[in-house]
């Protein structure tokens, strides 16, 4: 397979870096390249599948793609939850609500100008829908995805990356800061940034508010506007945190805070070697992590990941991850086959020839 970019240009477009590294020595031999999955019935659901669940904190998968087209694809924080309801946001047909008793998605007919804009973030917000895009903004919905409107006012920067509500406030990480919505003036506020400062997620912490950029992160006091530089080894993916600590993903390791980002720890051990980390959630008892090649968890305390693919694909990269209704819910980015590559291609990719075989837009947005 040809490389289509560098590595240098992957690091620029939000990829992380390649290696031919493997990470075999902590996956069971059930599950290394070339081995079947335990519990799958063919070879089209190992290849097709896109979004799963877990009822047992991330030990064993099912496959809950019915409903999605064979070419559906995901965007970062393309997935939301509100309360009994679960939604995503496809590039090419827009929203859908999963029916749990039907035990599929249906899809919202979803504004062709919305789509058209390579749609990306999604957040249920008080009544409203909102949905980021790459290029027109944020769009919002009064009536479960019906209709769309643009809410743009105020924006310097029309690539949305991901939403947060935070302290009853809505917030959009943009390619040119962190923005707060004033709702009593009806436009975005910069929180904290400028024309250069690319925001690519954020969490709440102990009161403060956490930002991962493309310079470092960096925290304020919510509502305070006080923002300090806490991370400097390099540019971050996302930011996470649980009840005690902080979990910062730069392109090539994963790092934690216990003191609020004053001193940070490598917790690399037992993830892939020079691939990054999309994800991290707590649930219950465990901690979980979404990577280039599934999912890893370890009990909380415990020193080292451990892998946790029973049930999900061959190397699916993990892009989106959330609890919902007492179960974890995990996604890829794209259901369908590259151009040109078989089912069995697909299994035996490594780490670094998906890195090389991906879609530029489908892991940036």
């Known amino acids: 397979m040809k490389a289509i970019v560098s590595v240098a240009t992957l690091l620029l477009m939000g990829l992380g870096s390649c290696s031919t590294q493997t990470n075999s020595e902590t996956r069971p031999a059930s599950v290394v390249a070339g081995a079947p999955l335990p519990g ?6 190992i290849v097709h599948g896109i979004v799963y669940f877990s009822t047992d904190n991330g030990l064993t998968w099912k496959n809950k793609s019915k409903g999605l087209p064979a070419e559906t694809s995901i965007g970062l924080g393309g997935i939301a939850v509100s309360g009994n309801r679960l939604a995503l946001l496809s590039k090419h047909n827009g929203l859908y609500f999963f029916d749990s008793r039907e035990d599929k998605w249906m899809n919202i007919p979803t504004d062709q100008q919305l789509i058209q804009n390579n749609p990306g973030a999604l957040l249920f917000y008080q009544d409203r ?3 980021g895009t790459q290029s027109g ?9 019906k209709s769309w409107s643009t809410l743009n006012t105020g924006l310097n920067s029309l690539t949305i990356r991901k939403f947060a509500e935070i302290d009853h406030t809505l917030y959009a990480a943009t390619n040119s800061g962190l923005y707060a919505y004033n709702n009593q003036r009806n436009e975005w506020e910069l929180e904290y940034g400028n024309n250069t400062l690319q925001v690519n997620g954020l969490t709440v912490f102990d009161g403060k508010i956490y930002i991962a950029t493309s310079q470092g992160a960096f925290s304020s006091p919510t509502g ?18 649980d009840d005690k600590a902080l979990y910062a993903m730069v392109y090539n390791e994963l790092f934690s805070s216990f003191d609020k980002g004053s001193s940070w720890q490598k917790i690399q051990t037992g993830l892939p070697a020079g691939l990054y980390t999309f994800n991290v959630i707590p649930f219950n008892n465990t901690i979980l992590a979404g990577q280039w090649d599934g999912v890893y968890r370890k009990d909380k305390g415990s020193g080292s990941w451990k892998f946790s693919g029973t ?15 007492g179960t974890i819910v995990v996604s890829g980015s794209e259901r369908k086959l590259r151009t040109g590559m078989s089912a069995d291609q697909h299994r035996l990719l ?16």
């Not at 799958?40 to 659901?45: G, L, R, W």
């Not at 694909?313 to 989106?320: I, M, Y």
Request: with cysteine; hydrophobic share 35%; net charge negative.
């Open 137 to 145: 903004g944020v769009f919002y919905s009064d009536n479960d995805g």
């Open 129 to 131: 829908i909102y949905a």
């Open 350 to 365: 490594l780490p670094d020839q998906v890195c090389k075989a991906v879609i530029m837009k489908d892991f940036s947005f």
């Open 40 to 45: 799958a019935d063919d070879s089209e659901e």
């Open 224 to 241: 305070r506007r006080d923002w300090k530089k806490i991370f400097s080894n390099g540019a971050l993916h996302n930011i996470g945190s």
């Open 311 to 325: 049930g999900l694909p061959e190397r699916l990269a993990v892009t989106n991850m959330t609890g919902y209704a």
